[in-house]
């Protein structure tokens, strides 16, 4: 798994497990009728037309022109990753006429901004021009999966966080429910809402304990989508 230099988490958005098409995924996952028009909507609402969108996978459960020629053109974000999930098994031409573009599984480096500040530097997730002066406190990788023996390795550094997705809500493991994973951070859409998920924030929150303060905008906001839902 390589390293990736492209990415500014403060204008990225990450998703995963979004099924569109998947008429089962409402009993397996216990999603609303209406999960489809929720995750378009919610990603429309938080997505900039100038972000990156990163997909950790199962996009679509099938190859069909309901997708390609109609929910694509909804999804804003001017650049989409996906990172093929277990049910992305289209051509890659289907994808690149959804405007979204394969990658592989990858690494940032992460620390905060007085870490690099100290060191003269701007970027948050730089790793090959970073080494010469100092390690970043963390690594986060990201893939469909949790991190697995066959795959990663025996042991998950202590530093080194997963974000990825697969699991639903369904836990860890096939034998009984696990919430969580150390040092893992499940985004299937079950966990978020059905929404997108700014990754400077959730980085920000999940590792280094850092929550921005809420504004009256968003308080406002949340007290309008309130009573729009009792009426």
């Given at each position: 798994m390589k390293f990736r230099d492209d990415i500014d988490i403060r204008?990225?958005?990450v998703v995963s497990d979004t099924h569109f098409g998947h008429e089962n995924i409402v009993g397996f996952c216990h999603r609303p009728e209406d999960h489809e028009q929720a995750i378009i909507a919610e990603w429309r609402r938080v997505v900039p037309d100038d972000a990156t969108v990163l997909h950790l996978g199962d996009l679509t459960y099938k190859s069909n022109a309901w997708f390609k020629n109609i929910i694509a053109k909804e999804l804003t974000g001017a650049r989409k990753l996906l990172?093929?999930?277990?049910?992305?098994?289209?051509?890659?031409?289907?994808?690149e006429k959804c405007g979204f573009n394969l990658?592989?599984?990858?690494?940032?480096a992460f620390d905060d901004d007085s870490h690099y500040q100290q060191e003269g530097l701007e970027t948050l997730n730089m790793h090959g021009p970073l080494a010469q002066y100092n390690q970043p406190r963390y690594i986060v990788s990201f893939s469909h999966?949790?991190?697995s023996l066959r795959d990663d390795g025996p042991d998950q550094p202590y530093n080194h966080w997963r974000i990825h997705g697969h699991i639903h809500n369904n836990g860890y493991t096939r034998e009984g429910f696990v919430p969580f994973l150390k040092n893992h951070i499940n985004l299937s859409v079950e966990q978020t809402r059905y929404t997108p998920v700014n990754l400077k924030l959730l980085l920000d929150a999940a590792i280094l304990g850092e929550y921005p303060e809420t504004t009256q905008e968003q308080l406002d906001e949340a007290s309008a989508r309130k009573s729009e839902a009792m009426r």
């Open positions: 204008n990225t958005w990172i093929r999930g277990n049910h992305d098994k289209n051509p890659r031409k289907f994808y990658v592989r599984p990858f690494k940032l999966y949790a991190w």
